[in-house]
């Protein structure tokens, strides 16, 4: 049936109608008053989504290019960081570090498995001479549904003094990323994941700190180069011209997760994560990773006794229900099951109840119909 697509991806996730309808509007002059007016509300928004007192700032980017932007600013060729990699997005950043001649450090974890921030302890503490400017870490690893442990990696790496750069990109707005308590120095989002926006907007936290790094950082930059960003945005407006309709709907978006609060955003994914896990197990399909370390974003599943990507082709020809699969050697392997975003509880159990629908048409075994609805409802 047509427009009835439902997105259960770890973005572009779905987009609330009034925000839609907010990007319908006659686009504006971004040079005009009534742009300003907008910025500076939702720069003032961002910052309370982040948590923080420094500068969020706002680019026409996907995440990666708002990371780009968060490693190239701070850094010079040659310099050392510290790169956290257990999936696709960590191993990204790594990659965009190498490309710029940034001489990497990579601490690595199996897909699947949390970052051990040992690792960061005994590299950053061996490292007296100071040579590492910077660790990058991911927070939600989208590959894989692990959640890092971003705080305790934040917290040697600030002992140590070198930069924390973190991709929250699909933390921020599922769960707490408290940029100032944690000292994160730079923060990369994007608006199709936990913003509840189409893709197209990049988000960057830069702290004082991070500020100090940039007056003395030489890596080339130009579109990217967020000094002028900051400078536009002490003005209420941006250096180029940015997606103005975006804007439009990123106005309503933040508005409405105000009205929602920090707690009852995260409380809600908290209660998504818990019931699609729960009604994972019920259903005989083993997770990918452990319930300590998993994502309040996207829930990777790994099935024995059905194919991986029959599930999702079912799932979309029969119910209009797009999963995501895997990536890399996982690509066939796993389905991966978006909870973020504009997600209700209601979303949950269509999403299960079509999986169960979905694994009686495939004849899947180990399992009783309604057991994963009656297990998800239980968390709900
Ligand atoms: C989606 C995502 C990104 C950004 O990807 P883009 O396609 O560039 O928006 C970065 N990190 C994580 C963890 C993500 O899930």
Redesign the pocket.
């Known amino acids: 049936m047509d427009n009835k697509l439902m997105l259960m991806i770890?973005?572009p996730t779905p987009v609330p109608e009034p925000v839609l309808l907010a990007q319908a509007k006659h686009t504006i002059g971004h040079r005009s008053g009534e742009f300003s007016e907008i910025f500076a509300e939702v720069t003032a928004n961002l910052k309370w989504l982040h948590q923080t007192q420094n500068d969020v700032l706002t680019l026409a980017?996907?995440?990666?290019?708002?990371?780009e932007a968060g490693i190239i600013n701070f850094l010079s060729a040659g310099d050392r960081v510290l790169v956290g990699s257990n999936?696709?997005?960590?191993e990204?950043?790594g990659l965009v570090a190498e490309a710029y001649g940034l001489e990497v450090d990579w601490i690595k974890a199996e897909w699947g498995k949390p970052l051990d921030v040992s690792e960061f302890v005994s590299k950053l503490e061996a490292d007296t001479e100071k040579t590492i400017k910077a660790v990058i870490v991911?927070?939600?690893?989208?590959?894989s549904g692990v959640l890092n442990d971003l705080e305790a990696i934040a917290k040697v790496t600030n002992a140590h003094g070198a930069l924390v750069i973190a991709?929250?990109?699909?933390?921020l707005g599922a769960t707490s990323v408290p940029v100032d308590e944690w000292g994160l120095d730079v923060v990369?989002?994007?608006s199709?994941?936990g913003y509840m926006m189409p893709?197209g907007l990049?988000f960057v936290s830069v702290s004082e700190k991070a500020w100090g790094a940039y007056e003395k950082a030489t890596l080339p930059r130009f579109y990217f180069d967020l000094g002028k960003y900051r400078k536009s945005a002490a003005k209420d407006t941006t250096p180029y011209t940015p997606p103005v309709n975006l804007f439009f709907g990123l106005q309503v978006a933040l508005q409405m997760m105000k009205k929602e609060g920090l707690e009852g955003i995260f409380t809600r994914h908290d209660r998504h994560r818990r019931a699609v896990r729960a009604a994972m197990v019920a259903l005989n399909l083993p997770l990918l990773g452990a319930d300590e370390c998993s994502s309040p974003?996207?829930t990777a599943v790994m099935p024995s006794s059905v194919e991986a990507e029959q599930i999702r082709s079912v799932m979309k020809k029969r119910f209009d229900i797009i999963l995501a699969g895997g990536q890399d050697h996982l690509k066939g392997k796993i389905f991966r099951m978006g909870h973020l975003g504009f997600v209700c509880d209601r979303d949950i159990l269509n999403g299960i109840a079509a999986l169960e629908a979905t694994l009686m048409e495939l004849g899947a075994d180990g399992f009783s119909p309604g057991s994963g609805v009656a297990a998800a409802a239980s968390q709900l």
């Open positions: 770890p973005g980017a996907s995440g990666t290019g708002a990371m999936g696709k997005f960590g990204r950043w991911t927070h939600s690893e989208t590959s991709d929250a990109v699909t933390s990369g989002s994007g199709q994941k893709p990049g974003a996207v």
